[in-house]
């Protein structure tokens, strides 16, 4: 079992899962795999009996509702899909003991918390298992290095996968949070180069995201507003830093973006819950999702970035609040010696720079034609809202 453990002075747990030096690493073997190479690749067609039993397919029948038949011929569905949701072979997480916080200062007391500091005796030597689960959406039967490779009617059924497992385990009452997540090229942490994102489900709130959401509540107790609603008014006022907009969503350069390229992608109207997005919005952002992923892949060719879901935590069903968004951050620079002793960063690019030069490469590039083809309308998926 992985182990957490609490550094007190910064408020931080730190996840320490030594099974995932193991993984395999495409990019230790060459730079870069062109798409049609397939070479003993565990995420494409053929190979499914090298990752774990899938825990949700797209499109097709309900997974549940096939569980008996599955069962009695293993090769359905294993060669009839456009999206996998497998659980990671080297997990960060997973399940064991129940996640109670113990010290090595303190065995005597293991009730004390690392929530407490003001208590009587603080504990230094915070610990406990890693428990939650991580899983990786596979996102094509091909062999394609990024998810602007596929149809949008195909992306549209990555963002449908977020969608639903994130419902999953929100509705666990031992998981507290998830987030999804995309690691694109070396740089950015990826070890496949085939198209693929991530999901982590926590039995904790991680730190940052509690003081985020503080925050967030303070202003809007201040405002009687939510505060990424207010920003997006203004922004969409300004119009400087907008990269792109649809019916249903927004895409802006941040106003304080730490890094150059950042975009955030969020929602027009007050959403907390990545969870409940309707199938049109899903079509929206897959869309939108591909447009500036594109144009930033046009201005900064094989450019590694890092895309993540930022929805609310699973205590709150519903808030007022929080306002769930897609970041996405390119890997142009490097985090040196001033970042990692100040938290403070150093941007190269004004957003409002990287705004107009991604707004005209949207405006001039022709979408990819998709190299998969999608699935017939009679096969598409059901809507398990």
């Known amino acids: 079992m992985n182990e957490m453990r609490h550094d007190w002075l910064s408020d931080r747990w730190v996840i320490f899962a030594p099974n995932r030096t193991t993984r395999p690493d495409d990019y230790d073997r060459t730079p870069h795999i062109e798409p049609e190479s397939q070479l003993r690749c565990p995420f494409c067609q053929g190979s499914e009996h090298e990752t774990p039993n899938a825990t949700l397919i797209l499109p097709g029948k309900d997974w549940e509702s096939t569980r008996s038949t599955r069962r009695r011929d293993r090769a359905i569905a294993k060669s009839d899909w456009l999206v996998r949701v497998v659980p990671n072979k080297f997990p960060a997480v997973g399940f064991g003991p129940s996640p109670v916080a113990w010290t090595e200062s303190t065995r005597e007391n293991p009730s004390l918390n690392a929530d407490s500091p003001s208590s009587a005796f603080t504990p230094l030597f915070v610990k406990q298992s890693a428990v939650g689960a991580h899983e990786v959406v596979i996102e094509s039967p091909q062999h394609v290095a990024s998810i602007t490779d596929l149809s949008p009617e195909h992306a549209r059924l990555v963002f449908e996968a977020y969608r639903q497992r994130l419902a999953y385990w929100s509705a666990r009452p031992e998981m507290k949070y998830a987030v999804v997540f995309k690691n694109y090229g070396a740089d950015a942490g990826a070890t496949i180069v085939h198209s693929h994102s991530q999901l982590i489900a926590t039995s904790f709130v991680p730190s940052e995201i509690l003081r985020v959401q503080r925050r967030l ?6 405002h009687q507003q939510c505060y ?9 006022q300004a119009e400087d830093r907008i990269v792109t907009q649809s019916e249903h969503f927004v895409a802006i350069c941040p106003f304080a973006s730490r890094f150059p390229y950042s975009v955030s992608i969020i929602p027009r109207t007050h959403q907390s819950r990545f969870e409940d997005a309707s199938q049109d919005e899903l079509a929206d952002l897959a869309r939108i999702t591909q447009a500036t992923l594109n144009a930033i892949e046009s201005e900064h060719p094989r450019c590694a970035y890092n895309f993540v879901l930022q929805t609310c935590h699973f205590d709150q069903q519903a808030s007022d609040s929080f306002h769930w968004r897609l970041k996405i951050i390119p890997r142009l620079s490097k985090v040196a010696g001033f970042e ?19 707004r005209q490469r949207i405006q001039s590039t022709v979408p990819l034609a998709s190299p998969v083809a999608v699935a017939p309308a009679s096969n598409s998926i059901r809507n398990p809202q």
């Open 217 to 222: 509540a303070l202003y809007h107790k201040s």
């Open 228 to 236: 990424i609603c207010s920003v997006l008014d203004q922004e969409l």
């Open 340 to 358: 990692w002793s100040s938290d403070c960063f150093i941007n190269t690019v004004f957003p409002e720079s990287a705004a107009q030069t991604l």
